[in-house]
């Protein structure tokens, strides 16, 4: 058995709401590559955990609805999520996209958004799940590390992986070159998930395996600069 994920709003636009913390890099490349690229989507808000978050002005200069949950004005982890849970579902999205949010949201909060929630977390998972993934690749030797974008579970950096992207780790490398490396093929793989989901041709199955319609491979691969 295996079911298709289609947006509710498929024979319009898909609607998507992105959450960060912080500059939102990754946001702006979804922005960026939905708006350049004219596909059937939008970007209805973005929202923050952090009043101070760089990517509302952003976000805000472009005429994206914004709002901020601070979570230190919540008493608890679940006080917070079905803040952020109600603020998000006034906005009716068909996915929503963790870029750089760096909560750790709990299983309620997960569960309410099953099959619609997305994350992109800077490693090849499963491994180097957690905080700090370049200084653990580095410290463990790897030759390849990267990124990858998933459906959310319960179980943190853990989903169904719906695309990966791959660089090399390269001699006297710090967790900074390398950061920087991963992020340029994050802003790849990124939104080409964004655009799979866009148009519908994204397959979970009875598994929890992903398929893409049309782009089997789902790697991207970083390209030296010129």
């Known amino acids: 058995m295996e079911f298709l994920i289609l947006s509710s709003t498929q024979s319009n636009r898909c609607r998507f709401v992105i959450l960060i913390s912080g500059r939102g890099s990754n946001m702006q490349a979804l922005v960026q590559a939905c708006e350049n690229q004219d596909w059937p989507a939008e970007v209805s808000a973005v929202i923050a955990s952090r009043p101070d978050a760089a990517g509302l002005r952003w976000a805000a200069e472009r005429g994206i609805p914004t709002a901020a949950l601070f979570h230190k004005d919540y008493a608890s982890r679940e006080a917070f ?101 991963v992020l340029q093929v994050e802003h790849q793989a990124y939104p080409a998930a964004m655009n799979w989901l866009a148009h519908g041709r994204v397959t979970l199955t009875a598994d929890q395996r992903v398929e893409v319609q049309g782009d089997p491979a789902r790697l991207f691969t970083w390209t030296p600069p010129a």
């Open 81 to 181: 999520d079905a803040a952020l849970a109600e603020e998000i579902d006034r906005h009716r999205p068909d996915y929503v996209l963790l870029a750089g949010f760096m909560r750790v949201l709990t299983p309620g909060f997960v569960n309410h958004f099953a099959g619609r929630l997305v994350n992109i977390h800077p490693s090849l998972l499963p491994a180097f799940p957690g905080l700090h993934t370049h200084a653990q690749a580095l410290a463990t030797g790897v030759r390849v590390h990267g990124c990858t974008v998933h459906f959310v579970t319960p179980v943190l950096d853990n989903g169904p992986i719906i695309a990966q992207g791959c660089v090399p780790v390269l001699a006297g490398d710090t967790p900074d070159a390398l950061a920087q490396r």
